[in-house]
């Protein structure tokens, strides 16, 4: 009679062993290790907040929060000066396949003068309009390249 109790003991510390990793309270999660473009997309996101600028129906008027996003990020890449952004510009939905395409780069142009205004080369921001062709309306992305 006693070997049963020492039997289901032994049981379920290996049972418990052999199932998922014990989690202890608090413990820090294992971090990826990122090299290269991912590493350097991390800490631009990390740093600045966002990549994504919003702006307002058929406007490609840059609000205070835009030009908070834009500041952290033009101080990004003063800092690494090999890094080349592309700045996708998006249309309305509503809009005309041409206008649509028109709105995009005028986003993405007035996102680019802002960062070179602020003391980014202007040979490190490259632009695309990508009208209604792709989702994103309303807004201008700003994507790490290289």
Do not use: C
Request: hydrophobic share 50%; no cysteine; net charge positive.
């Amino acid at each position: 009679m006693r070997t049963l109790p020492i039997f289901a003991a032994l049981v379920l510390t290996l049972s418990g062993a052999a199932g998922a990793q014990v989690r202890r309270p608090g413990a820090r999660q294992p971090v990826p290790v990122l090299t290269g473009i991912d590493a350097l997309r991390a800490d631009f996101l990390a740093r600045t907040g966002s990549n994504i600028l919003y702006f307002g129906v058929n406007s490609a008027g840059l609000g205070a929060p835009a030009r908070a996003v834009l500041g952290a990020q033009a101080a990004w890449l003063r800092r690494q000066p090999a890094v080349v952004v592309q700045v996708e510009g998006y249309g309305d939905p509503g809009d005309s396949r041409d206008h649509a395409l028109a709105m995009g780069a005028r986003r993405a142009q007035a996102v680019r003068d802002y960062l070179v205004l602020l003391g980014v080369p202007s040979a490190q921001v490259a632009l695309t309009s990508w009208g209604k062709t792709r989702p994103g309306a309303g807004r201008a992305i700003v994507v790490l390249v290289r």
